[in-house]
Each structure stands twice: as structure tokens, then as C-alpha cells.
């Protein structure tokens, strides 16, 4: 059964701060993986998806790595500004015939000004 | 700007009350998903459909919860009764599939439900 645990559950940090968010799952057969943000009282969006494929995925300050044998994907957030202040959460989706998503936690992020 | 609406936004209901929650997924896409977060268990998938035919409702418990697709433009999630451990948010998501290939879920806002 896969598991899906994301280290910190919470992280304070400085406005300017490079940071790293960390998500593991316990089974490598994996189709694909997507990192989310959410805003308090507010849905998810989408911010990267990686394939299993692939090993990594960019977009602006964002960039996402996958290890699939290892079973870790990280977050690296550069530059953080406080409106990146909300909870990411990671997913990932099974290989076989049921794709559906299972989820880590979250890490509770606040980068203060 | 296509998103996935939900409505209601909130529901205050008593227990035993039946609820439904609805969901327009975006245009053109042809999966559906019900999530249910609480604090404790985090999101959980309840029930997805594609093409709206449901293909995975292992999550949701039968004996009180119900989805369905009556159109490609409309998803609805049931629960009656509903009891107070219910209470959660519970987001829908709508995503395309490709040629076998599943692409990013979009969510909406979600459905704050209280059960007193």
C-alpha cells in the first residue's frame, strides 16, 4: 500500500531564503507525481507534475526533482517571498490501472518578511 | 478562465439531514474526482469518474455516500444521513486524459460541510 510522508510538517524562513520542501512514498511503481499549493480556505492548485519518467520539472522559482528509486521527490523554492506562504502538498499516482492520487500531509510553509 | 466551480461553499446541516454537494468540472475535461480533507486523515479520494462512468468509489462509505454524473457538465456527491463525523471539506477536480495519459487535476474551491 503506498504511503506518502512529507518532512518538515512545518517550516518558518526568512523572506529571501532558498528552501527545500521533502516528500517520500514507499512504493517506487509510481505513474506520475504533482506537488500542490494551498492557500487557507482556498482549493489546490496544481504547481508541478513530473512524470515517472522524468527526473525533473521547472517552472519560475519552482523546481521539482524525482527519484523514483529511492522513493523522494523535493520542492526547491528559491528566492522565497512571503506570498509563498501557504501549504504544499505532494501526490503521487499509481502505475497500474487505478491512477488515482495519494497524498502526503503537507508542509506548513510561512516566510516572514 | 475555465475553473472548476463548486457549490454550496458552506452547508450547516444537522444530523440525519441529507446534503448535496455539486460540481462543474471544466469544459472538455473527461474526469471527475471527489476529495474529501479533514485535519487529521488529510485528503482522501472518495470517488472518480471518466468519461462518467465511475471507475473508483472504494473510498467512499456505500451504506451513506453516492456520486454521480448525470451530465459531462455536472457531478454530484450525496451523503444521507449525514452524521457528524462527515464534517470536512470536500473538493472536486476535473482533469483530461489523452490518449492513456493522465495530465494535472484542477480543483475546485471546495465544500465546507458542518454536520451538528
Known amino acids: 500500500k503506498q504511503e506518502v510522508t512529507q518532512i518538515p510538517a512545518a517550516l518558518s524562513v526568512p523572506e529571501g531564503e532558498n528552501l527545500v520542501l521533502n516528500c517520500s512514498f514507499t512504493?517506487?511503481?509510481?505513474?506520475?507525481l504533482q506537488w500542490f499549493r494551498q492557500d487557507p480556505g482556498k482549493g489546490l492548485t496544481s504547481l508541478l507534475l513530473?512524470?515517472?519518467s522524468q527526473r525533473e520539472q521547472t517552472s519560475g522559482r519552482l523546481n521539482a526533482s524525482l527519484d523514483k528509486s529511492s522513493g523522494r521527490s523535493t520542492l526547491y523554492i528559491a528566492a522565497s517571498q512571503p506570498g509563498d506562504s501557504a501549504t504544499y502538498l505532494c501526490?503521487?499516482?499509481?502505475?497500474?490501472?487505478?491512477?488515482?492520487?495519494?497524498w502526503g500531509l503537507g508542509t506548513s510553509l510561512a516566510v516572514n518578511p | 478562465d475555465a475553473r472548476v466551480t463548486q457549490t454550496p461553499r458552506h452547508k450547516v446541516t444537522e444530523m440525519g439531514q441529507e446534503v448535496t454537494m455539486r460540481c462543474q468540472p471544466i469544459?472538455?475535461?473527461?474526469?471527475v474526482f471527489w476529495y474529501r480533507q479533514t485535519m487529521m486523515q488529510g485528503l482522501e479520494l472518495l470517488a472518480y469518474?471518466?468519461?462518467?462512468?465511475?471507475?473508483?468509489d472504494s473510498g467512499m462509505p456505500k451504506d451513506r455516500f453516492s456520486a454521480e454524473m448525470p451530465d459531462a457538465t455536472l457531478a454530484t456527491l450525496k451523503i444521507q444521513p449525514s452524521e457528524p463525523r462527515d464534517s470536512a471539506v470536500y473538493f472536486c477536480?476535473?482533469?483530461?486524459?489523452?490518449?492513456?495519459?493522465?495530465?494535472?487535476?484542477?480543483f475546485g474551491p471546495g465544500t465546507r460541510l458542518t454536520v451538528l
Open positions: 477536480a476535473s482533469g483530461l486524459v489523452d490518449r492513456g495519459r493522465y495530465n494535472e487535476q484542477f
Open positions: 469544459l472538455g475535461h473527461n474526469t
Open positions: 469518474f471518466r468519461n462518467r462512468a465511475p471507475l473508483d
Open positions: 512504493d517506487s511503481a509510481i505513474y506520475n
Open positions: 513530473i512524470q515517472s
Open positions: 501526490a503521487v499516482s499509481g502505475a497500474g490501472n487505478n491512477r488515482k492520487l495519494i
